[in-house]
């Protein structure tokens, strides 16, 4: 596993803040969001090893996610989680139920970026079962 201190001089765009209440209530364990861009939306999240987001949905507009440093996971609902590297894009479609976070043993960050969309919500949903999350390496 790497040190703190070469994850942090791999996570270029910063660790920002704890996330506040109205997101982090949706996360299991701590993670911190460095908000970069206002339109389109991106910033940089990053997880504390073994934090993840909740199962949820980007309505209308989807989500890209773009790998900055460490090792995560994405599962969309009914598919096998897959792995996740520096480098690595995930494109999150409109309407796909998955949930995105660190490995157990390591820091992960990405750059979230929110597809602009009329109308485009975020729904949360319920948390990843220690058991499931725990099966994955
Ligand atoms: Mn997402």
Not at 6 to 33: C, D, I, R, V, W
Not at 52 to 66: E, K
Not at 104 to 132: C, M, Q, R, T, Y
């Amino acid at each position: 596993m790497m040190s703190n201190v070469e994850f942090n001089e791999q996570n270029l765009f910063g660790l920002g803040a704890p996330l506040p209440e109205m997101l982090s209530k949706y996360f299991t364990g701590h993670a911190h969001l460095n908000p970069l861009t206002q339109t389109p939306n991106i910033a940089n999240v990053t997880f504390e090893p073994g934090c993840r987001n909740n199962w949820h949905i980007h309505h209308m507009g989807g989500q890209i996610l773009l790998v900055i440093a460490g090792r995560g996971w994405y599962q969309a609902w009914g598919e096998p989680a897959k792995e996740l590297h520096p480098g690595d894009v995930v494109e999150i479609p409109p309407e796909v139920k998955h949930w995105h976070g660190a490995a157990k043993d390591s820091w992960f960050s990405h750059l979230a970026v929110e597809i602009p969309a009329k109308s485009g919500f975020n729904e949360w949903l319920e948390s990843l079962p220690e058991e499931e999350y725990n099966k994955l390496k």
